[in-house]
């Protein structure tokens, strides 16, 4: 896992931290793929439930604009 870290951290410094954030946005349907590739596993539909609520968690967050707050002159 520490390894990971320096790979993650590294791609970031590469593909930015944008593009890096886009991709972490996608790995738990990543991970659901992988594990049914890899290691043969069954995709339930519970775990095709818990992909729409983050998918639809996703949907709604880049929707959502966030206000910055003004910054005032001292």
Known sequence: MGL???AW???LATGGVARG???QLRQPF???G???WLLGETVTAANLA???VVLLA???GRRTAVATPAR???
């Open 4 to 6: 990971g870290f320096f």
């Open 9 to 11: 951290y590294a791609g």
């Open 21 to 23: 954030r886009q991709l």
């Open 30 to 32: 990543l991970r659901l």
């Open 34 to 36: 992988w594990a049914v």
């Open 50 to 52: 818990a992909a729409a």
């Open 58 to 60: 996703v949907a709604l």
């Open 72 to 74: 005032g002159r001292d």
